[in-house]
T-cell receptor, first 113, second 115 residues
Framework: AQSVTQPDIHITVSEGASLELRCNYS??????LFWYVQSPGQGLQLLLK??????LVQGIKGFEAEFKRSQSSFNLRKPSVHWSDAAEYFC???????????FGGGTRVLVKP | EPEVTQTPSHQVTQMGQEVILRCVPI?????FYWYRQILGQKVEFLVS????????KSEIFDDQFSVERPDGSNFTLKIRSTKLEDSAMYFC?????????????FGPGTRLTVL
């Protein structure tokens, strides 16, 4: 069965510092990979996605993610976080022929002033 | 910017009661989804819907659940006889075409509390 793992449940980072959120997937072929963000009281908003091609993908709000097949990883990064980046972040995958998202457990990011 | 909306934002019900959660997907989207997130757990897929029929469902989506698109705009999830373990945040989503390559747009969710 396909699964997505986010090893870090909580991360605290200082405003202006860099952020990296880890995500590992388990699907034999290359899945479609996504990062979503959920702010309090909001729905899930797509930050970026990877299907094929360049393994470094740029998203909204200054986020980027790198697909590494050898490590089955799709880590999310941001060079300098803002207080508004405090939220929960979800990595997700879809099998190439499917249409259901499989989510990781999420990582809650706290931003210190 | 078009968005998915859901009503109500919070629903409290007694165990055994029927509930209907409502969603208005983005108007030109063709694929519709329900997901749920039990407190402290992962977001889980429930069902996808296309062309007025279920295209895929999870093992969670048993006979107590049903979905319907009663008119051209609404997409509903009905739970026939709620159980305590149905308490969760329920998210509706829609996409223009069949995903993977098409983004699923999520609504803000309905928090269902079963007492």
């Amino acid at each position: 069965a396909q699964s997505v793992t986010q090893p870090d449940i909580h991360i605290t980072v200082s405003e202006g510092a860099s952020l990296e959120l880890r995500c590992n997937y388990s699907y034999g072929a290359t899945p479609y990979l996504f990062w979503y963000v959920q702010s309090p009281g909001q729905g899930l908003q797509l930050l970026l996605k990877y299907f094929s091609g360049d393994t470094l993908v740029q998203g909204i709000k200054g986020f980027e993610a790198e697909f590494k097949r050898s490590q089955s990883s799709f880590n999310l990064r941001k060079p300098s976080v803002h207080w508004s980046d405090a939220a929960e972040y979800f990595c997700a995958q879809i099998k190439a022929a499917g249409n259901k998202l499989t989510f990781g457990g999420g990582t809650r990011v706290l931003v210190k002033p | 910017e078009p968005e998915v909306t859901q009503t109500p934002s919070h629903q409290v019900t007694q165990m055994g009661q029927e509930v209907i959660l409502r969603c208005v997907p983005i108007s030109n989207h063709l694929y519709f989804y329900w997901y749920r997130q039990i407190l402290g757990q992962k977001v889980e897929f429930l069902v996808s819907f296309y062309n007025n029929e279920i295209s895929e469902k999870s093992e969670i989506f048993d006979d107590q659940f049903s979905v319907e698109r009663p008119d051209g705009s609404n997409f509903t999830l009905k739970i026939r006889s709620t159980k305590l373990e149905d308490s969760a945040m329920y998210f509706c989503a829609s996409s223009l075409e069949r995903t993977g390559e098409n983004e699923q747009f999520f609504g803000p969710g309905t928090r269902l509390t079963v007492l």
